[in-house]
C-alpha cells in the first residue's frame, strides 16, 4: 500500500494552473510535515515547497515564489500543491513526502532524506 497518491497533473499550457492534491493512507497526515518535490528528467530530484504540520510555516523555492501555493487540510487528510502561471520549466514529475519531525520555513530547504513517505508521483507538463 503506497502511503501516498498524488493525482492532478497534466498537460498545460505556459501560464495555466495546475492543482495537485497529495491524500494519505494509513497515517494520519496532521502529525507530519509536507514537502513537495519534482524531478525533470536528467535533473535531481529537487524541493519546491514544504508546509509543518505544527504552525503551517511554510518554504518555497525561489523560482516558485508567488506563483505555487501550499496547503493542507487536515480534515480530508490531504495536502495540495496550487500552481499557477506555470512555465515550461515547471515541467516535471512531481512528488509529495511526508517527514516527521521538521519545521517548514524559508531557512529549511527540504532534502530528500528528510523525508520517510513519499508518492508514486504525477506528471505535470508545461507546453505550447
Known amino acids: 500500500q503506497v502511503p501516498l497518491v498524488e493525482s492532478g497533473g497534466g498537460l498545460v499550457q505556459p501560464g495555466d494552473s495546475l492543482k495537485l492534491s497529495c491524500a494519505a493512507s494509513g497515517f494520519v497526515l496532521d502529525y507530519y510535515a509536507i514537502g513537495w518535490f519534482r524531478q525533470a528528467p536528467g535533473k535531481e530530484r529537487e524541493g519546491v515547497s514544504c508546509?509543518?504540520?505544527?504552525?503551517?510555516?511554510?518554504y518555497y523555492k525561489d523560482s516558485v515564489k508567488g506563483r505555487f501555493t501550499i496547503s493542507r487540510d487536515n480534515a480530508r487528510n490531504t495536502a495540495y500543491l496550487q500552481m499557477n502561471s506555470l512555465k515550461p520549466e515547471d515541467t516535471a514529475v512531481y512528488y509529495c513526502a511526508a517527514g516527521d519531525s521538521l519545521y517548514c520555513d524559508e531557512t529549511y530547504s527540504p532534502d530528500t532524506r528528510d523525508f520517510g513517505s513519499w508518492g508514486q508521483g504525477t506528471q505535470v507538463t508545461v507546453s505550447s
Open positions: 508546509i509543518s504540520s505544527s504552525d503551517g510555516s511554510t
